[in-house]
């Protein structure tokens, strides 16, 4: 089932394939509109999604993000971070994977106090002016990379992709086995949704060079904490081989399944016999 993924390749990732195929007629990729499948649809363990975290302009774009200090070496990283995620949406969107697009929305209405506290201000006050990604300002939009007609989007208040959303029912009733997290960044919104992710039943694949922090240090502090107790982590193009094994998977089982249901076939013979006939 896996061919040349077997060699030389975390045995980890390799059971990602081995998890169940689609079932016969379940979409292979689009939308995870919420209903698209019954919840508890017997959609196999292989099936993989991409979830895209907080990649917008008051994250990514340079200007933006100048007074959180990045040395070159970060700065390089953002960007090259930035190009790569737009790659890897287009890599999914070719293999049928569906896109699952997270975005920080901060409502004034709704102050985040304990974030206000932590960065030093009044829990009590009004939210700050420098608040990241206030829901309907140029900051919020996404960043070189955009969501296409259909694709699904989740707006959170916090760190996590899962909380206070319905990303988690979202991913069950998609028939979704397992995600790989990728966006801006790696210690925060990415690490806390792999995190959420891992913790309500999905195995999490984490592409090294698809996400990116402000002080590379503490990329690769976050990536030792991921692969220590998350996910695992590896790079976009054995993300991408991954996702084509999947879909060979997913083609194989259903034309196997046809096969096996068309009239004349042996096993639609044998399943038409009566019980007991010689």
Same mark, same amino acid.
């Given at each position: 089932?896996?061919?040349?993924?077997?060699?030389?390749?975390?045995?980890?990732?390799?059971?990602?394939?081995?998890?169940?195929?689609?079932?016969?007629?379940?979409?292979?990729?689009?939308?995870?509109?919420?209903?698209?499948?019954?919840?508890?649809?017997?959609?196999?363990?292989?099936?993989?999604?991409?979830?895209?975290?907080?990649?917008?302009?008051?994250?990514?774009?340079?200007?933006?993000?100048?007074?959180?200090?990045?040395?070159?070496?970060?700065?390089?990283?953002?960007?090259?971070?930035?190009?790569?995620?737009?790659?890897?949406?287009?890599?999914?969107?070719?293999?049928?994977?569906?896109?699952?697009?997270?975005?920080?929305?901060?409502?004034? @209405?709704?102050?985040?106090?304990?974030?206000?506290?932590?960065?030093?201000?009044?829990? @009590?006050?009004?939210?700050?002016?420098?608040?990241?990604?206030?829901?309907?300002?140029?900051?919020?939009?996404?960043?070189?990379?955009?969501?296409?007609?259909?694709?699904?989007?989740?707006?959170?208040?916090?760190?996590?992709?899962?909380?206070?959303?319905?990303?988690?029912?979202?991913?069950? @009733?998609?028939?979704?086995?397992?995600?790989?997290?990728?966006?801006?960044?790696?210690?925060?919104?990415?690490?806390?949704?792999?995190?959420?992710?891992?913790?309500?039943?999905?195995?999490?694949?984490?592409?090294?060079?698809?996400?990116?922090?402000?002080?590379?240090?503490?990329?690769?502090?976050?990536?030792?904490?991921?692969?220590?107790?998350?996910?695992?982590?590896?790079?976009?193009?054995?993300?991408?081989?991954?996702?084509?094994?999947?879909?060979?998977?997913?083609?194989?089982?259903?034309?196997?399944?046809?096969?096996?249901?068309?009239?004349?076939?042996?096993?639609?013979?044998?399943?038409?016999?009566?019980?007991?006939?010689?």
């Amino acid at each position: 089932m896996t061919g040349g993924l077997d060699a030389g390749r975390d045995p980890r990732l390799v059971r990602l394939l081995d998890g169940g195929s689609l079932a016969a007629g379940s979409p292979a990729g689009g939308s995870l509109a919420a209903g698209s499948l019954a919840a508890g649809s017997p959609v196999g363990g292989s099936r993989p999604a991409l979830v895209v975290v907080d990649v917008q302009r008051d994250f990514g774009e340079p200007a933006r993000i100048a007074p959180y200090g990045l040395d070159d070496r970060a700065s390089v990283a953002v960007d090259a971070a930035v190009t790569r995620i737009g790659s890897l949406v287009d890599e999914a969107r070719a293999a049928g994977v569906p896109v699952v697009w997270v975005e920080l929305g901060s409502d004034p @209405a709704r102050p985040w106090r304990s974030s206000t506290w932590l960065r030093g201000g009044d829990p @009590a006050g009004p939210m700050p002016d420098d608040e990241p990604c206030r829901i309907g300002t140029e900051g919020a939009e996404w960043y070189r990379t955009a969501p296409a007609p259909g694709e699904t989007r989740v707006v959170k208040r916090g760190y996590s992709g899962f909380l206070g959303t319905d990303l988690e029912a979202r991913l069950t @009733a998609a028939g979704i086995g397992w995600v790989t997290v990728v966006g801006l960044t790696t210690e925060c919104c990415v690490l806390a949704t792999a995190q959420d992710a891992m913790q309500l039943g999905w195995p999490v694949v984490v592409p090294q060079d698809a996400t990116a922090a402000y002080d590379t240090d503490v990329h690769d502090a976050a990536l030792t904490l991921i692969d220590l107790n998350v996910g695992v982590v590896t790079d976009a193009d054995e993300t991408v081989a991954l996702w084509r094994a999947a879909a060979d998977a997913a083609a194989s089982a259903a034309d196997a399944a046809a096969s096996a249901s068309a009239p004349g076939s042996a096993s639609a013979s044998a399943s038409a016999s009566p019980v007991g006939a010689r």
